[in-house]
């Protein structure tokens, strides 16, 4: 099966190769475990030959080379489309819970190049030119019964590189497998080390996480992937805020599980592009609880710490800026008793985040009792949004009938012409038949000009 799926260019460089060259890593494990690959998948292979060597053939074969690091013994190289990394067969030394390796030492043994990695499943190997796996670790069957098995001791695994903790969980998201007993001790009793790793590193790994149902289309992914990191204790680590609310309760009437859990299936009821406001909507709870002994303002504080989160994980500003307002605004009219004027002014004073609104509301309601019929509040929203769009309300600046060259042309000051447009938008956001240039021309020339 691997035979087929290895792309002609990768073949035909392993032929030319006069060492053994195999591809091994996550493209082997999806292959042995069923899942497709994808389009362009990213191809990890290796081999006992140095990089000097791959490097003269992948030149001979018109391969591009991107980068090369000598220290690791480590080559990326590209051709029609292909990205390839090749590297070394290797033994590292890590400084106790550091990422990257403190010595590097090359081998032409297999087997101590499957003991460096992280997982058995994640140590096959298949040689391209032989069409033959090797299976030093008894990775093929972890495979085959979707085990997270460490190739040496978990211990030394995770306190070698806290990386790897994130990355437990972020596999168990994509895969389906679930860490066996020691995987999961292991990574308990280093926890901590996650403290070690750089944030834009363990963003990246949460990043990949919560949208890890992208990868083979399990919509179970991302909660298998937060339960794991919940119950390695590593969830402390990375976001004590958020691991505050595991059993602490809610009503009973609007909630079936506590805050973390609630949390938790709110990502898995979201859609990918809501996911870190999904998960830090209720962060604001168990701050609100402990404080006060009630959630009330949740929301308020909740877009502080979903902030802090985020700006301490060296996410994109954009993100960070959304995703705080989105936890801000994400009780809006739970009651119904929101006026639709207030609903309109919202539509078209945030417009750009109306959608991603719903869907956050959506994910709410579903996840307090795992109901998945519309939540009331974004029907109604939704209603109320469609109505502006027949009556030509504009639900946007862009959908109002003027702008600021024609203000000014009109007689507004120049330093007024943002404040101006932004009452006029609400204005015919409240009353659509007003969105006419004309008249709200006259009507600025009235009222606003000099």
Same mark, same amino acid.
């Given at each position: ?26 493209? !082997? ?15 990890? !292979? ?5 990089? %000097? ?53 090359? $081998? ?20 391209? #030119? ?26 030394? !695994? ?22 066996d007993p020691e995987a999961y001790a292991g990574a308990r009793e280093h926890a901590a080390l996650i403290e070690d790793i750089a944030p834009e590193r363990i963003f990246t790994e949460l990043s990949l996480l919560l949208s890890s149902d992208l990868k083979h289309g399990d919509p179970e992914a991302p909660y298998r992937g937060l339960c794991v990191l919940r119950d390695t204790e590593v969830l402390k680590r990375v976001l004590p805020e958020l691991a505050l609310g595991d059993g602490l309760a809610q009503r009973a009437d609007f909630h079936s599980h506590d805050v973390l859990e609630h949390t938790f299936r709110c990502v898995k009821y979201s859609p990918p ?20 002994? %009630? ?18 994980? #060296? ?19 739970? %009651? ?6 207030? !609903?309109? #002014? ?59 060259? =024609?203000? =000014? ?7 007024? $012409? ?20 004309? #008249? ?11």
């Amino acid at each position: 099966m691997m035979k087929q799926l290895i792309p002609p260019v990768l073949r035909e460089l392993a032929e030319r190769f006069g060492a053994p060259l195999y591809a091994v890593g996550g493209t !082997v494990r999806d292959c042995l475990a069923g899942f497709p690959l994808g389009e362009r998948p990213d191809w990890d !292979v290796s081999s006992p030959a140095d990089e %000097n060597e791959l490097l003269r053939c992948a030149e001979r074969c018109g391969w591009s080379v991107r980068s090369v690091f000598r220290n690791t013994g480590t080559v990326k190289l590209e051709k029609d489309g292909v990205q390839c990394e090749f590297t070394r067969f290797r033994s590292d030394k890590y400084v106790r819970g550091v990422h990257a390796p403190s010595e590097i030492e090359f $081998t032409d043994d297999i087997r101590i190049d499957a003991r460096r990695r992280d997982f058995t499943a994640n140590a096959v190997y298949y040689e391209i #030119k032989a069409d033959a796996l090797c299976d030093p670790l008894g990775g093929a069957e972890d495979i085959r019964k979707k085990i997270m098995r460490t190739v040496v001791s978990a211990r030394k !695994v995770f306190g070698e590189d806290g990386l790897r903790l994130m990355r437990l969980a972020r596999l168990c998201a994509q895969t389906g497998f679930m860490p066996d007993p020691e995987a999961y001790a292991g990574a308990r009793e280093h926890a901590a080390l996650i403290e070690d790793i750089a944030p834009e590193r363990i963003f990246t790994e949460l990043s990949l996480l919560l949208s890890s149902d992208l990868k083979h289309g399990d919509p179970e992914a991302p909660y298998r992937g937060l339960c794991v990191l919940r119950d390695t204790e590593v969830l402390k680590r990375v976001l004590p805020e958020l691991a505050l609310g595991d059993g602490l309760a809610q009503r009973a009437d609007f909630h079936s599980h506590d805050v973390l859990e609630h949390t938790f299936r709110c990502v898995k009821y979201s859609p990918p592009e809501i996911r870190f406001a999904a998960l830090l909507h209720d962060c604001g709870k168990p701050f609100c609880y402990f404080r006060d002994g %009630n959630f009330h303002a949740h929301a308020e504080e909740g877009k502080r710490i979903a902030t802090e989160i985020l700006t301490r994980l #060296k996410a994109p500003k954009k993100l960070i800026k959304e995703t705080g307002e989105l936890v801000a605004m994400h009780m809006r009219d739970f %009651n119904l008793q929101m006026r639709e004027n207030g !609903v309109r #002014k919202l539509i078209a004073e945030r417009g750009e985040l109306f959608f991603p609104l719903l869907a956050l509301m959506q994910a709410d309601y579903s996840a307090c009792k795992d109901d998945l019929s519309p939540a009331p509040a974004a029907v109604k929203w939704r209603a109320i949004y469609d109505k502006m769009e027949r009556e030509h309300a504009p639900r946007s600046l862009r959908e109002l009938s003027v702008n600021g060259r =024609q203000l =000014q042309a009109a007689g507004v000051p120049a330093e007024r $012409t943002g404040a101006v447009l932004h009452e006029l938008l609400l204005l015919c956001a409240y009353d659509g038949k007003l969105n006419d240039k004309d #008249k709200l021309l006259r009507y600025a020339a009235k009222h606003y000009a000099t």
